[in-house]
Structures are given as C-alpha cells and as structure tokens.
C-alpha cells in the first residue's frame, strides 16, 4: 500500500540556519503531499500541500516541491526560527483512505 | 468555530475496562478519522467514515469499534482495554479525499490514554 518515509529525527539547529527535513513517498496513484506541524500538547495544523507533480506548496517561510521523479516532498526553509520547534509529519493522501503519515520528525531551534 | 473537539482529553482505565471517546466537528465535512500517535510510528489510521452511517477499517482497527450515527458525531469504543492501546488519539476531518482536490484534514487536540 502507499507509504511515506520521513527523515528520521531530532533535529537541533541554531537561529537562522538552513532546514531540511526530507520525505518520500511509495503510491500507486497520484496523491496529494503534505507537511503537518505539531506543537507541543497540539494537535496537526496544515503547513503546506502539493495536489501535483511540480507543484509547489509555501507558508511562512517553510517550502516544498512535489517531484513525482524522485517521489519526495523536501520540507525547507531558509531561516529557522525558535518558533519552528515543533514536530513535522509529511503525508500523503490515500484515495477514499485517509492520510498516511511518516513518522514525525522533532526540530529544535535553539536561539 | 470549535473545528473538531474531542472528548475526554485525558484518561486512564484499568485493562479490561471499556470506554467511548467522542469526536465533535461542526464544519459540515463528510470524512472523519481516528487516528492512534505512538513514539516513533507517526499516526496510524484505526478506522474512518465517508459519511453518516458508514465507516470502515483503518491500519490498525483491532480491539476498536466505530460509530457513525450523526454526520458531525464519530465515537471511538474500546471494549476491552489492554496496554496496547496506551496512546494518544486524534479524531480528524475533511470535507473531501482522493482526487486532484482533496483537501486537509482538520484535527482535535488529542485525547491522551492510559491503560494500566
């Protein structure tokens, strides 16, 4: 069945560096790509999405592209904030199945 | 807007024991989901519904029954409790999915469970 395999975490970084967080995936379809964020005690907010190949999904600073060549969705962002600590889960839509996730990836920002 | 609301958000039962976690939405979506979050699996599908009165398997659906009676209601029941089922649970929704258009799924706070 479809898959998606994320970076495995943590992730320390210092203020202002430079993120990746990569993410592939396995479908036998077309799916719909995602970058959810979880704060701690939250639940998952939609950071970004991609609904095609090519497409690419931006919010507040954070990046990723859907290279369907590759099957990844690379989550960057240029400047990371301390703001950003958070775990970040990278999904996929399974057609009339709900969303698959990866298993999470844990970013720290220190200042 | 409350968006999804769970209920309770914290408990712990006894093995054996039974209980029925409540997902609230009031944004009209036909889809909803449970979901399990463990360290390290990222969240695991339990079961789900397209739609009022329907609902179907998930990953990982044993030791789990769903109910669907209300289009904005879907209950979660564990019948039997067993330390396995120590987790967090997530209810989510969408108002679509599949397709080029699908759309995000908005989710609960979590309903943190313990059995002990």
């Known amino acids: 069945g479809d898959s998606v395999t994320q970076m495995e975490g943590p992730v320390t970084l210092s203020e202002e560096a430079f993120l990746t967080i990569n993410c592939t995936y396995t479908a036998t379809g077309y799916p719909s790509l995602f970058w959810y964020v979880q704060y701690p005690g939250e639940g998952l907010q939609l950071l970004l999405k991609?609904?095609?190949?090519?497409d690419k999904g931006s919010n507040k600073g954070f990046e990723a592209t859907y290279r369907k060549e590759t099957t990844s969705f690379h989550l960057e962002k240029g400047s990371v904030q301390v703001s950003d600590s958070a775990v970040y889960f990278c999904?996929?839509?399974?057609?009339?199945?709900?969303?698959?996730f990866g298993a999470g990836t844990r970013l720290t920002v220190k200042p | 807007n409350a968006g999804v609301t769970q209920t309770p958000k914290f408990r712990v039962l006894k093995t054996g024991q039974s209980m029925t976690l409540l997902c609230a939405q009031d944004m009209n979506h036909e889809y909803m989901y449970w979901y399990r979050q463990d360290p390290g699996m990222g969240l695991r599908l339990i079961h789900y519904?397209?739609?009022?009165?329907?609902?179907a398997k998930g990953e990982v659906p044993d030791g789990y029954n769903v109910s669907r009676l209300k289009k904005q209601n879907f209950l979660l029941g564990l019948e039997s409790a067993a330390p396995s089922q120590t987790s967090v649970y997530f209810c989510?929704?969408?108002?679509?999915?599949?397709?080029?258009?699908?759309?995000?799924?908005?989710f609960g706070q979590g309903t943190r469970l313990t059995v002990v």
């Open positions: 999904a996929l839509s399974d057609q009339g199945k709900g969303m698959r």
């Open positions: 991609a609904t095609k190949a090519d």
């Open positions: 989510a929704s969408s108002s679509r999915t599949g397709g080029v258009s699908d759309t995000e799924a908005f």
């Open positions: 519904s397209v739609g009022e009165g329907t609902t």
